[in-house]
């Protein structure tokens, strides 16, 4: 008998400890529909009035990939190049438009003629949800590796043109290859990082 992976015990391991930045990829394809579970379990997680500005782009196919290829940060192209599936994360400034039914508790004033309030909320938010992206596909049995390095100019325009989204990340999606990993490197310890008062 299977287990579901709704029903399967999720350890702090498998989302944390155990879990590594991945820079090379099996050939292991990865189904739409892991994707689509993804995102249910993405879309739950907390966000400021229940916003939810996270926007996402997967990026499967070769006509996709060739145009976001250009646009890596040139020590990010081969891996984007193999992995399974590109993941183009990005914050929509114009999540008062979804307001409505998301949060019908807020007024629908409430960021009208604020655009630093509405972009500062958006950015915020969103890029808590790229936490919460990165676990929810942990869970799913996916590795991740996140990255920074690219023409955030050029990757609004080729995949969110005529849309008030700003790519905040890039992230390479399916099954790591445990030999491109480096040793795992030092974290800090709680009395570096925090303090209880």
């Keep these: 008998m299977t287990t579901s992976p709704e029903t399967t015990p999720l350890t702090p391991a498998q989302l944390f400890s155990a879990a590594r930045t991945h820079n090379a990829w099996q050939d292991r394809p990865v189904a739409p529909e892991l994707l689509r579970e993804l995102h249910e379990r993405l879309k739950w997680a907390p966000t400021a009035m229940n916003c939810g500005p996270l926007r996402v782009r997967f990026i499967v196919s070769a006509e996709a990939r060739a145009a976001l290829l250009p646009l890596m940060a040139e020590g990010n192209r081969a891996k984007t190049a193999t992995a399974p599936v590109v993941a183009v994360l990005g914050a929509d400034l114009d999540f008062p438009a979804t307001m409505g039914r998301l949060a019908?508790?807020?007024?629908?004033?409430?960021f009208e003629g604020?655009?630093?309030?509405?972009e500062h909320m958006a950015r915020f938010n969103a890029?808590?949800?790229?936490?919460?992206?990165?676990?929810?596909?942990?869970?799913l049995g996916l590795d991740c590796g996140p990255m920074a390095g690219f023409?955030?100019?050029?990757?609004?325009?080729a995949f969110w043109g005529g849309t008030a989204v700003?790519?905040?990340?890039?992230?390479?999606?399916?099954?790591g290859d445990p030999a491109g990993l480096r040793p795992r490197a030092a974290r800090l310890d709680f009395d570096d990082a925090c303090r209880i008062l």
């Design 166 to 175: 700003k790519t905040l990340l890039v992230c390479n999606l399916g099954h």
């Design 151 to 157: 023409d955030a100019a050029g990757v609004d325009a």
């Design 104 to 110: 019908p508790h807020v007024p629908a004033a409430a």
């Design 127 to 139: 890029t808590l949800q790229t936490g919460y992206f990165i676990l929810a596909a942990r869970s």
């Design 114 to 118: 604020q655009p630093a309030k509405v």
